[in-house]
């Protein structure tokens, strides 16, 4: 009778407690990779219970209901909160764990150990908590995990606005030939006291029948870069510019109304270009002028011309003859009496000035001035942030507006203030 009763009493806890865990039937795997077998089944000679399949055991070993599994804390199934996989805590190296933690707040994400850290192990990781906290404080004797706080300097660093350049020129909609033409450069030159940003930049717009105008505006360009990369940015590569800079810039200018002039009479034409010319050293602006191919500064009041046209009404406007809004329908508008090449000398403007807090410097050929207001000009720069993208909309409104001449545009981004 005895055995019939602890026959039921057997069952019915069977059936309560459910299925055995599956560490218990399989086997639990040692530390040292071996297979422990599971327990072997008792000598008892108790029959299987029919409704579970399990064999009997003695009644004080069964697993319960309110027995706890041996399950490891790493292969809980119940996600943790703040959105970090299980298999994140199990990462060989703090990078591994890094990696899978969530997004700081500003979206960046945390950058891997600091250069000379040794890697966390995963059995040095405290076991998570229910909601783990990430910033919280390091367990005595363990470690705690690594935040963006801990990331390099660097990568708290905002780049300033740095020195850019985009040029562009278009043939506009009425000529048939391009006779503009454009440079831009920008490169560093070495000083024993740091290195200094430079940027040479020029625009070039020519006259004369039978393409003499195409012809003078590329030699004009060509003429004035090579003499300025000979004088002052080959010599700086070795410490031995010494040459001041107003009579490099005047005599680069006056070297190219030497070589258009040459070539005009050897084949009997009238060439000749106008030329503006920017040399930029670090945060000094060095400008020489022959024509009516403009230079303006964007500053926080304003767009700022700063040269001079050498044509009629640019001096009836210098002597307050004529106001400069009637200047855009004047008849004598494109009438110059200074030109590069068209005479064997040539008188050049230079201009030195500080940039400030300008935040661009834009050359333009009369074709883009000359169709477009200064207060357009000075909202396409304040409101677009690449030069490349503020000259293709320059461009794009002088051919709105007519597009009765070549259009060229020189745009350059000047650095902040220090």
Same mark, same amino acid.
């Given at each position: 009778? $005895? ?15 459910? !299925? ?12 040292d ?6 327990? &072997? ?13 399990? &064999?009997?055991? !003695? ?6 209901? !309110?027995?706890p ?20 805590? #199990? ?5 591994? =764990?890094?990696?899978s933690?969530?997004?700081?707040a ?32 390091? #367990? ?8 963006s ?6 990568a708290? *660093? ?12 278009d ?5 048939? /030939?391009?006779?503009d033409?454009i440079?831009a ?9 740091g290195?200094? $940003? ?11 029948g039978? +393409? ?5 505006s590329? *030699? ?6 090579? @003499?300025v990369?000979?004088?002052?940015? /080959?010599?700086?590569l070795?410490?031995?510019?010494? #040459?001041? *800079? ?9 070297e190219?109304?030497? &070589?258009?002039w ?10 000749g270009?106008?030329?503006? /010319? ?7 602006? @060095? ?8 230079a @303006?500064?964007a500053?926080?009041?304003g ?6 046209? +050498? ?9 307050g003859?004529?106001?400069?809004a #009637? &200047?855009?329908?004047?008849p004598?508008? $494109? ?10 000398? /040539?008188?050049?403007?230079?201009? @030195? ?6 935040s661009?410097?834009?050359?333009? $050929?009369?074709?883009?001035w ?5 207060g357009?000009?000075s909202?396409?720069?304040e ?8 000259c293709?909309? *320059? ?5 709105l507006?007519g ?8 745009v ?5 203030? =220090?």
């Amino acid at each position: 009778m $005895s055995f019939i009763s602890k026959l039921f009493r057997k069952t019915d806890s069977a059936e309560r407690s459910g !299925d055995q865990p599956a560490e218990a039937a399989a086997g639990v795997e040692r530390q040292d990779g071996t297979a422990e077998e599971p327990p &072997a089944a008792p000598t008892s000679s108790a029959a299987t219970s029919p409704a579970s399949g399990l &064999a009997e055991t !003695d009644a004080d070993t069964a697993p319960s209901s !309110d027995t706890p599994t041996d399950d490891a804390w790493w292969e809980e199934s119940t996600p943790l909160q703040g959105g970090i996989a299980p298999a994140a805590w #199990e990462a060989d190296s703090a990078e591994q =764990l890094i990696n899978s933690a969530p997004l700081p707040a500003n979206g960046t994400q945390p950058l891997a150990v600091k250069s000379g850290t040794q890697p966390l192990q995963a059995d040095a990781i405290a076991p998570p908590t229910d909601q783990p906290d990430l910033v919280g404080d390091s #367990e005595e004797g363990g470690t705690r995990p690594l935040t963006s706080a801990d990331a390099p300097m660097l990568a708290t *660093l905002r780049s300033q606005r740095g020195l850019a350049v985009a040029a562009l020129r278009d043939i506009g909609r009425v000529r048939s /030939v391009n006779q503009d033409s454009i440079f831009a450069m920008t490169t560093t030159l070495p000083r024993e006291s740091g290195d200094v $940003s430079m940027g040479l930049f020029i625009v070039a717009d020519g006259m004369g029948g039978h +393409h003499g105008g195409e012809i003078a505006s590329r *030699l004009a360009i060509s003429t004035v870069a090579h @003499y300025v990369l000979a004088e002052l940015v /080959v010599p700086a590569l070795t410490d031995g510019a010494t #040459e001041a *800079l107003q009579p490099l810039i005047i005599a680069a200018v006056q070297e190219a109304n030497r &070589a258009i002039w040459e070539h005009a009479q050897t084949v009997g034409s009238d060439m000749g270009t106008t030329c503006t /010319v920017a040399l930029l050293l670090g945060r000094a602006l @060095y400008l020489g002028h022959v024509g009516d191919s403009r230079a @303006y500064l964007a500053t926080p009041t304003g767009l700022k011309l700063i040269t001079n046209d +050498h044509s009629t009404v640019g001096r009836l406007i210098q002597v307050g003859q004529l106001d400069p809004a #009637e &200047a855009r329908d004047h008849p004598l508008r $494109s009438q110059l009496y200074r030109t590069v090449g068209q005479q064997p000398e /040539v008188m050049v403007d230079f201009t @030195y000035q500080q940039i400030g807090d300008a935040s661009h410097l834009l050359l333009a $050929s009369d074709g883009l001035w000359g169709m477009v207001d200064d207060g357009i000009l000075s909202d396409v720069l304040e409101h677009t942030i690449w030069p490349h993208d503020a000259c293709n909309e *320059l461009i794009a409104r002088a051919n709105l507006a007519g597009g009765e001449d070549n259009i060229s545009a020189i745009v350059v981004l000047l650095p902040n203030q =220090l």
